[in-house]
């Protein structure tokens, strides 16, 4: 990643060109890691209609090799195309939760919302991967509906931003929601949940820090960041996390517990060490949701079980994430 002066003049777009060299097909991604479809191990699904997608900083973490932990987090293979029982579009209840706009509510003290309806990586095991975003609220104006929904619950004190990928929107557009977030008296804690600082560190630009440290001087910021394996964090993204805690950003983990990518102890153990040698707590390690075709993602319960608690044999404490599942209709995340 390069590094650019702070008063240069083009510091806010680096990133987006970044993302134009994305790899956008599966082939491309093959030949760079210079494998050969043909002696693939395992049947692919390359024409899936959820879309390819692969930042090249994510791509420069992999080893060219077909289980490559980050590799098969973005590989379409052909058990996607495969109907399995339980497993549905929406698993969440995310489109009954959604009450205005945008605003997904089914906590008390804190509502999310999709503000953006793109990503800068497609993972293959995403729960939101057949969310119909359609229309989503993409202007200051829109977002009216969600803050008189907000004003008319005066229990809710945190807002979250998600999406699509919260960090997509560019600096203009997302400082407007920021600013808004900090006026508003009834918001306490403004929370980020992205995977932009693991895949695409260039999007922690100098205008990003600005903005999330004019906020962080008056209310606390939350960056809910999503890694699998310690793999992903390279050194650009240990940069970009030393930045966000200097801008005086809370940096958490969410990973999620994926067959054959981080279903060992070690596997899990390396993920906490590394986080926590980069300043990032852990914090959920989520059971995969049903959603259509991630079945081939999925560990037994009984199997997560077993190795949070080898886990708790060889970590801190503070190295232990919550093992959670989402359970349609609770009041909260459930610990398994
Ligand atoms: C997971 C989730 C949250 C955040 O839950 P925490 O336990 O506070 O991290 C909030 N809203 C929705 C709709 C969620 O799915
Ligand atoms: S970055 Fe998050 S929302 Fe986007 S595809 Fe991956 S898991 Fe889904």
Same mark, same amino acid.
């Given at each position: 990643m390069t590094i650019l002066p702070k008063n240069s003049t083009i510091p806010t777009h680096l990133w987006q060109k970044d993302l134009q060299s994305a790899f956008r097909k599966a082939? !491309?991604?093959?030949?760079?890691?210079?494998?050969?479809? +043909? !002696? %693939?191990?395992?049947? @692919?699904?390359?024409?899936?209609?959820? =879309?390819?997608?692969? /930042?090249?900083?994510?791509?420069?973490?992999? &080893?060219?090799?077909?289980?490559?932990?980050? @590799?098969?987090?973005?590989? =379409?293979?052909? =058990?996607? /195309?495969?109907?399995?029982?339980?497993?549905?579009a929406d698993a969440v209840g995310d489109l009954a939760a959604q009450k205005a706009p945008g605003l997904l509510h089914k906590y008390a003290s804190r509502v999310l919302l999709l503000s953006s309806v793109q990503c800068a990586i497609h993972c293959r095991y995403c729960f939101r991967r057949e969310f119909p975003y359609g229309e989503l609220p993409k202007t200051k104006i829109s977002w009216e509906a969600a803050f008189d929904y907000i004003e008319a619950h005066p229990q809710v004190n945190e807002v979250i931003l998600s999406g699509g990928d919260p960090l997509f929107a560019d600096n203009q557009r997302l400082g407007q929601l920021i600013d808004r977030l900090r006026e508003n008296k009834q918001i306490e804690t403004l929370r980020i949940h992205t995977r932009l600082p693991i895949v695409l560190p260039? &999007?922690?630009?100098?205008?990003?820090?600005?903005?999330?440290?004019?906020?962080?001087?008056?209310?606390? %910021? +939350?960056?809910?960041?999503?890694?699998?394996?310690?793999?992903?964090?390279?050194?650009? %993204?240990?940069?970009? %996390?030393?930045?966000?805690? $200097?801008?005086?950003?809370?940096?958490?983990?969410?990973?999620?517990?994926? &067959? $054959? +990518?981080?279903? /060992?102890v070690s596997v899990l153990n390396k993920l906490s060490q590394r986080l926590l040698q980069i300043g990032v707590m852990p914090y959920y390690l989520h059971q995969l949701d049903k959603v259509n075709g991630t079945a081939h993602f999925e560990v037994p319960v009984e199997t997560g079980k077993k190795l949070m608690e080898e886990l708790r044999l060889l970590s801190p404490g503070y190295g232990v994430p919550r093992y959670v599942q989402e359970i349609q209709g609770e009041g909260s995340k459930t610990p398994l």
């Open positions: 082939e !491309d991604l093959l030949d760079f890691l210079q494998l050969k479809a +043909i !002696d %693939c191990p395992y049947s @692919l699904a390359l024409e899936h209609p959820f =879309p390819f997608l692969v /930042t090249p900083y994510f791509a420069s973490q992999m &080893r060219a090799d077909w289980f490559d932990p980050l @590799l098969l987090q973005v590989l =379409p293979r052909s =058990p996607e /195309t495969h109907i399995v029982e339980g497993f549905l260039s &999007r922690i630009d100098e205008g990003l820090l600005q903005l999330l440290e004019k906020f962080t001087e008056q209310k606390s %910021c +939350i960056m809910v960041v999503h890694s699998n394996h310690a793999q992903e964090l390279g050194i650009e %993204c240990a940069t970009a %996390c030393k930045k966000l805690r $200097h801008a005086g950003v809370t940096l958490l983990n969410q990973s999620v517990l994926l &067959r $054959h +990518i981080n279903d /060992t």
